[in-house]
Nanobody, 124 residues
Framework: QVLLVESGGGSVQSGGSLLLSCEAS????????MGWFRQVLGKAREGVAG???????QYADSVKGRFTISQDKAKNTLYLQMNSLKPEDTAVYYC??????????????????WGQGTQVTVSS
């Protein structure tokens, strides 16, 4: 059973930083990609950043230069360092895992496994 558990969400002021973590367990395939998505109530889930086992990364334009995705393969943990946070970054953040090597890491479709989400709130 694949399990993804996010942590690190919280409330910060505009301009602040947060580090999200996602610990994965139960997945044994060597080729995979992981991603961070976010969702605001009433809106579609959007891709934030993704990374594959070959270290290929992809970022949404809205977070380029502010967010950094990384992974610690030894710890089976995915990270999202979020700097210069803005109120529009407020959302529930989800980590997700996709089999293989999908072309787009910002589309939810290829991602088969999802965490429960962690709330990020940025106040102005």
């Amino acid at each position: 059973q694949v399990l993804l558990v996010e942590s690190g969400g919280g409330s910060v002021q505009s301009g602040g930083s947060l580090l999200l973590s996602c610990e994965a367990s139960g997945y044994t395939h060597s080729r995979s990609c992981m991603g961070w998505f976010r969702q605001v109530l009433g809106k579609a889930r959007e891709g934030v950043a993704g990374i594959c086992s070959d270290s290929r990364t992809q970022y949404a334009d809205s977070v380029k230069g502010r967010f950094t995705i990384s992974q610690d393969k030894a710890k089976n943990t995915l990270y999202l360092q979020m700097n210069s946070l803005k109120p529009e970054d407020t959302a529930v953040y989800y980590c997700a895992l996709a089999d293989g090597d999908p072309w787009s890491l910002l589309s939810p479709t290829p991602f088969r496994f999802w965490g429960q989400g962690t709330q990020v709130t940025v106040s102005s």
